[in-house]
């Protein structure tokens, strides 16, 4: 029925892709035909160039010419079906640059419709606001740690005229005991006495040595 009354057709339509194809494949056919007539010409000339002139060498030479003209033909179709494909191959690439620039103009609309979103959704006075807030934070902060830094040991009222004579006779006090100790050398118990010293165990055995 629907070859009857010309219904649609389910098969998909051509694209260029297929169609610089099936030129591909005619270009192929149509080199392999020219290599067959070259074959022959060159046998047909290597023929006639061993021929005396008659009309064996006549007919012969016909034939050569004929083979001519056929390849002449073929030649043309080939280089026609090259500037076809060469039309169709800069048509298909024309396609390709304009999907790809349609494809990223719709990315860039897309980009520019979510960063609209995301902005409207920002409120410049709230984060000014939020920076100025974070601002006083940091510096109650520092006062705090400023503050827990004072030292309660030290009063305020001390000199530096106290601070320095004190520091002087400090070193006047270690100055005195490094001479001390350069001048006796020996503890105060080693000092002035030749004599070892006894021992309760020594003094009771000199006891009982008398005794006996």
């Not at 090259?82 to 349609?102: H, R, V």
């Not at 002035?192 to 165990?201: H, S």
């Amino acid at each position: 029925m629907n070859r009857l009354f010309g219904g649609r057709s389910n098969e998909p339509k051509p694209n260029l892709n297929d169609a610089i194809n099936s030129i591909e494949e005619r270009v192929s056919s149509i080199d392999v035909k020219l290599t067959k007539v070259n074959t022959e010409l060159s046998a047909y000339q290597q023929k006639l160039s061993r021929m005396r002139d008659g009309p064996a060498k006549n007919a012969v030479k016909q034939k050569a010419m004929k083979l001519l003209k056929q390849r002449k033909q073929l030649e043309a179709q080939k280089d026609q079906l090259e500037s076809q494909s060469w039309n169709m191959s800069q048509a298909s690439m024309t396609t390709d640059n304009l999907k790809n620039t349609m494809i990223t103009v719709s990315a860039m609309k897309s980009a520019n419709k979510e960063l609209k979103k995301t902005y409207g959704k920002i409120d410049i006075d709230k984060i000014e606001s939020l920076q100025d807030e974070m601002l006083d934070l940091i510096d109650k902060s520092n006062e705090l740690q400023d503050s827990l830094a004072q030292s309660y040991d030290v009063p305020d009222d001390i000199s530096e005229s106290e601070l320095d004579a004190e520091l002087d006779a400090l070193g006047e006090e270690m100055d005195f005991d490094a001479e001390l100790g350069e001048s006796n050398g020996l503890p105060s118990y080693l000092q002035n006495n030749d004599e070892l010293p006894t021992f309760v165990d020594d003094e009771q055995e000199k006891k009982e040595e008398v005794a006996a």
